[in-house]
């Protein structure tokens, strides 16, 4: 056994080229490696493309554990849930660093393990709980007992180094939470299979198809339609401090001057010089040249378009898949935390497959949306536009992330408007990750009881968190990209609904009351009674599998679609 271990250790040394003198002291700590993350198959879409060259530099990040997220979890709940002493009191910066930044032990197990394998390692995190690091490949694979290799991934050819497992020093269980970018294997394009930006676009001819209606939504949707349909005012926004973020993930754009034309052709009482401020994160551009991919032009236009005179920022984020996929993702969330007055709504069209990732990992981004709530932040994620996400061959329906976090609003697609119904492409589901939070529980539990066989079908998991939360419309979005376009998604629902909670922040502000901040414990208690319920139409767009609309949450459109009249009463106003 010993023999073994040295032995595989001497020509590990050996092809590493370093002092053999040093690594064979340093051997027990290999033997105390523990496997800390697998994957048993490698994710569909996926194929392995070979070894990763073992002189590659590998940019690798490490979590370390947080002090005490269950009680960043329970201030989180303290402060969003309605009625309670504390709702409203969200919490300073320095009061979640204090919960999530690792303990003394913990930077001290993971810096001296990393200084006695020559590590440097960088901060990346304002409360410290993330580092980064540099490597070749070789060394990670010792240092992680990790085989780091080439996957491609098949439809977009892009290729990315990950490996199936890593483990890590028996003695660092409990300090260090994970490291990345190892077994989450993203999908890495922006009109991936798995989650389409937008479910689709198309040029809009001419408008000869209207539907004679009293709601202006017969020429497809418009600020117009939704302010029609929802209620939503037209009368201005006044407090500069009331801020709306719009994130801009694969590259995607917004356009000034396709803002301006799209105000002037449909918001013609707003000054159409009304403009956005665009903020950058990971060398993330908003080039105005670049081509045109709508789903950022979709997002601006209606948020600004909506949220009449909400400051709008359009968080425009790098993407370099060959450094994880989600470092996008991870940078963003963090760059929020590290201010003093982030945003008070956050709304993203962008998402992955739930499996695609690995649990620690959306744990990790989890945790940081539950910082950003606890903060007073709305933060809102498309549901997806995959129905309930039946992929090929497989016998279970596909969540996706962000929206599987209990920490995020997860907002579905409606169709139609008299009456609205499920839009067929609206993903929503049950979380195999996350079980289902004490504020859904009663919802969850009396959509399952009217299910034939009430939950035992095993499709789905039905003591997962269940999403979407809310709905919005997702259909016929008239977009100006230089010329009219339609474009479908949930993608088009959460700028909706988040510019909703926007105004209403402006209304709170205007009444000196704090801003909703996470909505979820509002939603299903008071909100209620202040969304309309969407009782018909189904998510199974995929060899007839998926769920239907019913009275009551469904797993299609959630709670229902937002009325401002009946909100504005619901909190008070
Ligand atoms: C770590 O950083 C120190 C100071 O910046 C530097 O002198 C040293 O060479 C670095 N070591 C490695 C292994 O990069
Ligand atoms: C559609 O647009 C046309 C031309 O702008 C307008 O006359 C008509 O009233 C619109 N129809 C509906 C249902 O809004
Ligand atoms: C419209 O907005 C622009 C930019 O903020 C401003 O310069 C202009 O005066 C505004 N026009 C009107 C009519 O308010
Ligand atoms: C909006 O801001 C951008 C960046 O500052 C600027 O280039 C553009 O002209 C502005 N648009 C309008 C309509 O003022
Ligand atoms: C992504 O990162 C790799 C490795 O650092 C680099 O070679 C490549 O140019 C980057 N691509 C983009 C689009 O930034
Ligand atoms: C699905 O199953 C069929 C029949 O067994 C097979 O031909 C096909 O390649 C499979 N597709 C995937 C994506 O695994
Ligand atoms: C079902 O969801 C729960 C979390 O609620 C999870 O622990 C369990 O592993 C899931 N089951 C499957 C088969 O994924
Ligand atoms: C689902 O909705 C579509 C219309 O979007 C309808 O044609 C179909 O019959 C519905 N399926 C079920 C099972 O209700």
């Keep these: 056994m010993l023999v073994a271990n040295i032995l595989a250790l001497s020509l590990l040394t050996a092809l590493h080229a370093t002092s053999g003198i040093c690594k064979l002291l340093s051997l027990p700590r290999s033997r105390a490696l523990q496997l800390h993350e697998k994957r048993d198959v490698i994710p569909l879409g996926f194929t392995l493309a070979g070894p990763a060259s073992p002189e590659t530099t590998l940019k690798l990040r490490i979590a370390l554990v947080q002090n005490n997220v269950d009680g960043l979890l329970n201030a989180l709940n303290d402060v969003s849930t309605p009625d309670g002493a504390d709702y409203g009191k969200h919490l300073s910066k320095t009061e979640v660093e204090q919960y999530v930044s690792p303990k003394a032990d913990s930077l001290t197990a993971v810096n001296s393990w990393l200084s006695a394998n020559d590590l440097n390692a960088t901060k990346l995190s304002p409360a410290g709980d993330w580092l980064a690091i540099e490597l070749p490949v070789s060394k990670a694979n010792d240092l992680f007992n990790a085989d780091f290799s080439l996957f491609t991934h098949e439809s977009s050819g892009v290729q990315a180094i990950r490996t199936m497992a890593y483990s890590i020093p028996a003695s660092l269980k409990g300090h260090l939470n994970l490291v990345y970018p190892t077994t989450s294997f993203p999908d890495p394009s922006a009109s991936g299979s798995t989650f389409v930006p937008l479910k689709y676009i198309k040029r809009v001819e001419s408008d000869s198809s209207s539907i004679p209606s009293p709601l202006p939504c017969g020429n497809g949707t418009t600020p117009a339609c939704l302010q029609a349909l929802y209620g939503i005012p037209t009368t201005p926004a006044v407090n500069p401090s009331n801020q709306l973020a719009v994130t801009g993930h694969f590259g995607n754009i917004a356009h000034y001057d396709f803002l301006q034309q799209f105000l002037i052709d449909y918001r013609p009482d707003m000054n159409s010089s009304t403009n956005f401020t665009v903020v950058s994160v990971d060398d993330g551009s908003n080039d105005q040249s670049a081509p045109s991919v709508t789903e950022g032009d979709l997002d601006i236009q209606y948020t600004v378009g909506l949220a009449t005179n909400v400051p709008v920022t359009y968080i425009a984020v790098g993407m370099n898949y060959t450094d994880g996929g989600l470092d996008g993702y991870l940078d963003m969330i ?224 959630g709670l229902g679609t937002p009325d401002f009249a009946k909100l504005l009463a619901v909190v008070g106003l």
């Design 334 to 557: 963090n760059y929020l935390l590290a201010q003093d007055s982030p945003p008070q709504v956050l709304t993203t069209s962008y998402g992955f497959s739930e499996s695609s990732i690995s649990q620690a990992l959306t744990n990790n981004l989890c945790n940081a949306y539950a910082q950003l709530g606890a903060r007073g932040t709305s933060i809102l994620f498309a549901s997806g536009d995959s129905g309930a996400g039946c992929t090929a061959n497989s016998t279970a329906f596909a969540p996706t992330f962000p929206s599987n976090c209990p920490y995020v609003t997860s907002v579905g697609a409606t169709q139609g408007f008299s009456p609205e119904v499920a839009a067929s492409f609206s993903s929503g589901g049950f979380s195999n990750y996350y079980s289902t939070p004490s504020y859904q529980k009663a919802a969850v539990a009396e959509y399952v009881a009217q299910l034939s066989g009430a939950g035992t079908d095993t499709r789905f998991n039905v003591s997962g968190r269940g999403f979407p939360d809310v709905s919005a419309k997702g259909d016929d979005f008239r977009v100006w990209v230089g010329s009219p376009f339609a474009s479908y998604g949930t993608s088009a629902s959460s700028p909706t609904f988040a510019s909703i909670i926007a105004l209403l922040n402006d209304r709170l502000a205007s009444a000196g009351r704090p801003p909703l901040g996470f909505l979820n414990p509002f939603l299903y208690t008071k909100g209620v009674a202040a969304l309309t319920d969407i009782v018909a139409g189904n998510n199974t767009n995929c060899n007839n599998q998926g769920f239907e609309a019913t009275p009551g949450w469904d797993p299609v459109t």
